[in-house]
C-alpha cells in the first residue's frame, strides 16, 4: 500500500485566492481525519469522518473551511478565500476504527 | 472539549541517558493515548500507544506509563541515541475519533 497520499505537496497561493487540498486514505481506513500545524499551535484536529460522514467539524476555524468526502477514496479540504493566517502544513490522516491513525506527507501551504 | 498539556516543551540529553515526557489530559472519557515521533519535515508517526486498561506497556527503548486517576502518561526513552531526535507528540482521544496533541517536546539528543 502506498499510505495515505496528499496533494499537493507544497502550494503558495495569494491571499483572496481558492485553495483546494486532496487526500486519499489507506484502502480500507474508515476514518478520516484533517490536521492543521503551525509552530504556534502545534496540531489541530480540524475535521474528521468516519464512513464518509462528518462527525466533527468543531476544529474547522471558520466558514472560510470547508471539508468534504463524497467516497471512501477520496476527500478534499478547501479554504475560500485564503488568508496569510492559513499558512501552515495540513495533514491527512487515516484508521480503522480504534487503531493507529497513518499520517500522510502533508501539504505545506503558504498564503502570500 | 479534550485538554491536553505536554512538558517540557525542549528536553536536551546526553547520548546514553534517559528522558522522560509527561503528559496530562482533561477528558475522562478518553482511553486511547498515543505518542507520535515527527522528524523535521517529516509526517507524525506512531512509536507506542497505550490504551486505558494497561498500566505500562514496553518496546525496546521507549515505554509508555499511564495513570487514568491522575489523567497523566508519560513516556519513556532509555538509553537514547542521536536518531532519537526529533519532536515528541503525545494524543489522547477515543479511539477512532479525532485525536487531541499535545504542544510537542523537542528532544535534543548530546553527542
Known amino acids: 500500500d502506498a499510505g495515505v497520499i496528499q496533494s499537493p505537496r507544497h502550494e503558495v497561493t495569494e491571499m483572496g485566492q481558492e485553495v483546494t487540498l486532496r487526500c486519499k486514505p489507506i484502502s480500507g481506513h474508515n476514518s478520516l481525519f484533517w490536521y492543521r500545524q503551525t509552530m504556534m499551535r502545534g496540531l489541530e484536529l480540524l475535521i474528521y469522518f468516519n464512513n464518509n460522514v462528518p462527525i466533527d467539524d468543531s476544529g474547522m476555524p471558520e466558514d472560510r473551511f470547508s471539508a468534504k468526502m463524497p467516497n471512501a477514496s477520496f476527500s478534499t479540504l478547501k479554504i475560500q478565500p485564503s488568508e496569510p493566517r492559513d499558512s501552515a502544513v495540513y495533514f491527512c490522516?487515516?484508521?480503522?476504527?480504534?487503531?493507529?491513525?497513518?499520517f500522510g506527507p502533508g501539504t505545506r501551504l503558504t498564503v502570500l | 472539549g479534550e485538554n491536553v498539556e505536554q512538558h517540557p516543551s525542549t528536553l536536551s540529553v546526553q547520548e546514553g541517558d534517559s528522558a522522560v515526557i509527561k503528559c496530562t489530559y482533561s477528558d475522562s472519557a478518553s482511553n486511547y493515548f498515543p505518542w507520535y515521533k515527527q522528524e523535521l519535515g517529516k509526517r507524525p508517526q506512531l512509536i507506542i500507544d497505550i490504551r486505558s486498561n494497561v498500566g505500562e506497556k514496553k518496546d525496546q527503548r521507549i515505554a509508555v506509563t499511564l495513570n487514568k486517576t491522575a489523567k497523566h502518561f508519560s513516556l519513556h526513552i532509555t538509553e537514547t541515541q542521536p536518531e532519537d531526535s526529533a519532536v515528541y507528540f503525545c494524543g489522547s482521544g477515543g479511539g477512532a475519533d479525532g485525536l487531541t496533541f499535545g504542544k510537542g517536546t523537542h528532544l535534543i539528543i548530546q553527542p
Open positions: 490522516a487515516s484508521t480503522r476504527t480504534v487503531n493507529e491513525q497513518f
